[in-house]
Structures are given as C-alpha cells and as structure tokens.
C-alpha cells in the first residue's frame, strides 16, 4: 500500500472514530438573534467551556462526547446579558428549537422526549410558585376580611396543586437527574400565606436550601446550585444602609458556606461570590470572603495568580487609600501622600494621542482649575514618540501638577492604577482614600457640583 493511500485510510478511520464518539446537539435559533451559542457544563460554582457554533442564519451544530457526563448544561446565547437555556444532556444526540425573543415559550425538542417532559414539568411547577407569589403579595397589600378570605382560598387551592405536582413527580419520575433537578426547583412555601412581609421573609430563607443537596452529583453537575446560592446571598437580604446590608451579606454567606460540605466544590462557590462582590468594588465582604474562608482552604487549592490578581484590582476600589507615586514637583522628588493642604485630590490619566482626553482634559481643566480646595495631578501615558507632544501640551495645564508617565499601559504608576484605558479619573478625599471614579468629564462634574 502506498504511503498516501494509507494516511488517507487512517484518517477517514480516525474521522469515523472520532464521529461515533461524539453526539451532535442541532440548535435552531427563531429568530436568528444572535450569531453565536456557548455551551458550558457546571462543576459546583464553575461553568466550564465545552463548546460553540457560530451561524448567520440561527442554525448550530454543536458537537459534545458521547462519554460526556449525564447532566444539565448551559446554552448561553447572549454574551452581552448572557441569556441563557438550561437542558439535559443524556448522551445521545437531539434538536432544540427555541425563540430567544420570548423566554416564556418552551423551546421544542426533536430527539429528546426527556428534555420535552423535563421543560412541561418545570413550566408547571413555576407557573403554580408565581401564581402563588403573586397571591401572596395581594396578601400582603390587603386589609379587607372579605377579600383577604377569597386571596387565601386561591392560595389553598394553589398550594393543593404543588403538592399534586410534587407527589405525581416522586411516584412517577424514573430518571434520578430529572428528578433531582425538578425537586431542587420546587420551593418550600407555608402551608398558609403570611399577612407579614418580614415573617414570609424569614419563613423563605428559613427553608431555601430544603431541596438543595450540595453533595448529590446531579446537583453538581446543575447550574442550580450557584443561581440558589446567589438568590440566597443577593436577593433574600434587604437592608437599609450599606453597613447593614454588608452585615447581612457576611451573615448569608457564613450560612451557605456551612451547607458545603464538599471541599473540592467549595472553592468555586468562594471564588463565585468574591467575583461578583467585585463587580461592586464591595471590599469589606470581600476582605471577610479572602479572611474567613479562601485563604483557609488547603494550600494546594489556592490560586495565588488570581488571588493576587483580585487584590490588585481592589488597590483602587471606592474606599481604598490610592496607591502612593512619587513625581517632580516644583524641581523636588515629591509623592502623593507628601501633599497636603487640599480637601480633594483628584489623579487624572491622560494621553495626547487619546481623541477624547485631548477634548476633556481642558474642559476639566477650565472647570477644576479655581477651585482652591482641590489639587489635580494629572498623567500623561506617553511613549517616547509621543513624550514631545505631551510636552507641549502640558503648558495650558499650569494648574495641575503634570506627571509624565512613559511606557504607557506598562508604565508603574498605570499599573499600579490598573489603567487599561484614558481619560480615567480618581477623586480622594484629603486622607488621599478613594471617593469617586468618575467615568467621564461630566460625571467628575456633577460629583464636584454636589460636593459643593
């Protein structure tokens, strides 16, 4: 045999291996929305990447192991707001037809008559707990005896039909993934409605997790676990300042941390928390989540790389005191915590090859210059091709103490600020601690309007 016709051979063999041991999930978008669809598989706390397709026309072809674990994945189909469809995968191949406009609409499934019963069922038992929400909140708004009479038999006759569904479920459901998943979205609600807001509250959060076990596989294998930890932590905690609301945060989440007993999970769950805490630059329930609970696990499950990564972004979160830089000042070495006798600061990261600094810079200039309270230190990223314009520039800005920042991006006061992008402003307070980050020249003047 020559040498092509064996290569050729050996890889149509491969490629009809390769066929057989891979089922094909067929995805038709209608409308066709969006270009492209993810598929991700849940480990605890963590979506994992299994797959894409991309498509002009709404049609994808998502290829995934037939091996691959029975379970739910997740579809997301929206980057931006990331919407997502949650289905089971049971290792055989199936079409999905579903409507990205109008979540509310089952999607229709070709091949799966598990995903198809899995949908009826979780739109039944959805649809009971809303109607039973809403009858509830009427409670809640309602003093009329008559009427508060007719609000509770509905509720009755509601709550009949759950209890229905949850038995009908436990008698007849013979997959154990559908029905753990079914269960874990059934909620605990009173046997009676409860004319008392805080009392129905405490009652919810008393029986969230009654249906959750973070032990059993299919629910870690299930995106449930981490959208039930997060309703817990972010939706089931109403304060009415931000201290006492971070004081309910950090109750929340000693609770739910003690409800994970499985170490190998529990570290994505704390890492999951701490990222969405960042996103609000909340650093007190952040520092307690680093304190009390990811620097405790096992040295080996620990990652210093992101650890370190997360505490560099908090450097100048809101509350933070600015990270100190020295620069020449009046012909003298001098830094930020060397200055003094100002009630604001305010660091301003500029380049002359930025369009829109060259256009806010002196605007805010113009603006902030006759306040006497207030000292701008204002940083020019430059390179060395551009350090002549910057140069020349800074001879309008007389006011401001002008720092030259080379290297750009890689320059240390710039990563030290993590600065990826110009204008950026900073305002601190005279203890040089971070107030205010203001996205543009208008919003910095809207902060300094009110500080007046």
């Known amino acids: 045999m020559n040498k092509f016709l064996s290569i050729v051979l ?3 063999s491969w490629f009809s291996f390769a066929q057989t041991n891979n089922q094909t999930i067929l995805v038709k978008m209608q409308p066709a929305a969006y270009k492209q669809v993810v598929l991700y598989a849940s480990e605890g706390a963590q979506q994992k990447y299994i797959t894409h397709g991309e498509s002009e026309t709404g049609i994808f072809q998502l290829s995934i192991p037939t091996e691959a674990p029975h379970a739910s994945y997740r579809m997301v189909y929206n980057q931006e707001t990331m919407d997502y469809i949650d289905f089971l995968y049971l290792g055989k191949s199936f079409e999905i037809t579903f409507n990205p406009s109008d979540p509310n609409e089952l999607p229709i499934f070709v091949g799966s008559e598990e995903n198809t019963q899995y949908f009826k069922q979780l739109f039944t038992i959805n649809r009971i707990q809303q109607k039973m929400d809403s009858i509830q909140i009427e409670i809640f708004k309602t003093e ?20 229905e569904w949850a038995s009908l479920l436990e008698k007849t459901e013979q997959n154990p993934l559908i029905k753990d998943i079914l269960k874990a979205h059934e909620r605990v609600l009173p046997q009676a409605p409860i004319q008392d807001p805080l009392e129905y509250l405490n009652f919810i959060k008393l029986h969230f997790f009654d249906h959750i076990d973070f032990n059993n596989t299919n629910m870690i294998h299930s995106s449930i676990l981490l959208d039930k930890v997060m309703d817990y932590v972010f939706y089931l905690t109403v304060a009415e300042t931000p201290e006492s609301q971070n004081a309910l945060y950090i109750n929340a989440i000693q609770e739910v941390i003690q ?16 990222q969405s805490f960042l996103q609000d630059e909340n650093t007190e329930v952040i520092d307690v989540l680093f304190e009390k609970y990811y620097n405790l696990l096992p040295a080996d499950q620990q990652n210093t790389n992101w650890k370190n990564g997360i505490q560099n972004q908090l450097k100048t979160a809101i509350g933070r005191t600015a990270p100190d830089f020295e620069f020449i000042f009046n012909k003298n070495i001098s830094s930020l915590y060397k200055l003094s006798g100002y009630k604001y600061y305010v660091i301003v990261f500029w380049s002359t090859s930025c369009s829109h600094c060259l256009k806010e810079i002196p605007m805010f200039y113009d603006y902030i210059k006759d306040r006497p309270d207030t000292k701008v230190i204002a940083i020019g990223l430059e390179t060395y091709d551009s350090k002549a314009n910057w140069e020349s520039e800074i001879y309008d800005y007389h006011a401001f103490i002008n720092v030259m920042g080379l290297g750009k991006w890689e320059n240390s006061i710039a990563r030290d600020y993590n600065i990826h992008t110009t204008p950026n402003y900073f305002i601190l307070d005279t203890s040089k601690k971070i107030l205010f980050k203001p996205y543009d020249f208008e919003e910095a003047e809207e902060i300094f309007d009110n500080l007046k």
């Open 10 to 12: 050996t890889l149509v």
């Open 144 to 163: 009329n005896t008559q009427a508060l009479s007719g609000l509770q038999n509905q509720y009755a006759i509601k709550r009949a039909e759950g209890v």
């Open 259 to 274: 409800k994970i007993q499985n170490e190998t999970i529990k570290k994505g769950f704390i890492q999951a928390l701490i």
